[in-house]
C-alpha cells in the first residue's frame, strides 16, 4: 500500500518478505490499532509537542532542530497513528510517515483528514526504506522503529536516507528501566532483573511483540559506524503530578521521579 507517495518511492515488499519479528510486529500493531486510535486523536489535538509517556514539552527535550523544522524534509520511522509527522506539517516541514501495520496507518489516514494536514504515509520497514539515500533532514522516531525495529538494520538505514548534517532523534525506554521491569506484568521495580550483557530482542511474558533494547555502550558503538556523530544522550525525568494520572503500567511516576524511564538519542549524520 503506497498512498500520497511522492515520485521517488517505490512499492514496499509484501508481508511474506518481511523478517520473522516484522512479521510479528505487523500481526501484534494490528490488532494494538483500535486502542491506539484513542490516544492519537488526544495527541493529533495537542497544541504542543510533548515527549513520550510523560508527555514532557519539546522545549525541555530537544527532539527538534534548535532553529526549528520549518522546509525540512522529515521521515518518522515507525509514525504510528502519526501525530508526530503532524505536529512537524503543522509547523512547516515536509514530513513523511512509514510504518509496518495498515491499521496504524489507517488511523493515521483518518487523523489527516479530520486535522486537515497532507503529507505521505507509506507501509513500510524502517530496516528497508523505499527512498533513494540522502532524501531527509531530519529522522525521527518516538517508540517506534527504534523500540521495534533490529537497530543493526534501522540505524544503518537511516543513516543512508539522511543528508550529512541531517538529524537522527530518537526516544525509547530507558536500559535501566528495561533492566528492572518484570517479565511477565507490573512497572520497573528497583532490582534488576535481567543481565545488561546480552541485551538486544526480548518478547516479554504474555506478549508476542518484539522489542529491541541496547545498553548504551552498544548504541554509540553502532551509532558511530552507522556514520553518525553522538549529539546528545537524554534521560528523561517524570514531571511532578498526580501519581495517578499515568496511561501506562511500565514505570510509576515515582519511579520515574528517581530513575530515567524514558531515554532520547540525538545524532548528526556526518558527511
Ligand atoms: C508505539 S507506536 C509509535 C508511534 C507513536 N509515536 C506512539 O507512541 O504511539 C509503534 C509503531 O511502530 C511501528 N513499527 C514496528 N516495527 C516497525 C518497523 N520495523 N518499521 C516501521 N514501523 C514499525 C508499529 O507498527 C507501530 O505503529
Same mark, same amino acid.
Not at 178 to 186: I, K, Q
Given at each position: 500500500m503506497c498512498r500520497g507517495a511522492p515520485s521517488n518511492a517505490v512499492p514496499f515488499a509484501p508481508m511474506d518478505d518481511l523478517p520473522e519479528h516484522a512479521r510479528i510486529n505487523r500481526t501484534v500493531w494490528d490488532e494494538y490499532a483500535t486502542e491506539y486510535a484513542t490516544y492519537a486523536r488526544r495527541n493529533w489535538a495537542r497544541p504542543e509537542m510533548a515527549w513520550g509517556i510523560w508527555n514532557i514539552p519539546e522545549a525541555e527535550v530537544g527532539m527538534l532542530p534548535p532553529g526549528g523544522v520549518q522546509g525540512l524534509d522529515v521521515i518518522e520511522l515507525g509514525c504510528g497513528t502519526a501525530y508526530v509527522s503532524g505536529w512537524l506539517a503543522a509547523r512547516g516541514a515536509r514530513p513523511v510517515g512509514i510504518d509496518n501495520s495498515p491499521r496504524q496507518l489507517?488511523? +493515521?489516514? +483518518?487523523?489527516? +483528514?479530520? %486535522?486537515? !494536514? +497532507? %503529507?505521505?504515509l507509506h507501509l513500510a520497514n524502517a530496516e528497508s526504506l523505499p527512498f533513494p539515500d540522502a532524501s531527509f533532514d531530519l529522522a525521527i522516531s518516538e517508540y517506534g522503529a527504534c523500540l521495534w525495529a533490529d537497530p543493526h538494520r534501522w540505524v544503518p538505514e537511516a543513516a543512508r536516507v539522511l543528508r550529512p548534517g541531517g538529524r537522527l532523534a530518537f526516544l525509547t525506554n530507558s536500559t535501566l528501566?528495561? !533492566?528492572? $521491569?518484570? #517479565? $511477565?506484568?507490573?512497572g520497573a521495580t528497583q532490582t534488576l532483573l535481567r543481565p545488561q550483557f546480552g541485551m538486544g530482542r526480548i518478547t516479554?511474558?504474555?506478549?508476542?511483540?518484539v522489542e #529491541?533494547? !541496547?545498553p548504551h555502550g552498544e548504541w554509540i558503538d553502532l551509532l558511530h559506524a552507522s556514520g553518525f556523530q553522538v549529539e546528545r544522550l537524554v534521560e528523561l525525568r517524570a514531571p511532578d503530578g498526580d501519581p495517578a494520572d499515568e496511561r501506562f503500567d511500565t514505570a510509576s511516576r515515582g519511579w520515574a521521579r528517581q530513575w530515567p524511564s524514558e531515554e532520547v538519542w540525538i545524532a548528526r549524520r556526518l558527511g
Open positions: 489507517e488511523t +493515521a489516514r +483518518a487523523c489527516q +483528514a479530520e %486535522f486537515g !494536514l +497532507a %503529507f505521505p528501566m528495561y !533492566l528492572t $521491569v518484570p #517479565f $511477565v506484568s507490573g516479554w511474558g504474555g506478549d508476542p511483540g #529491541f533494547h !541496547l
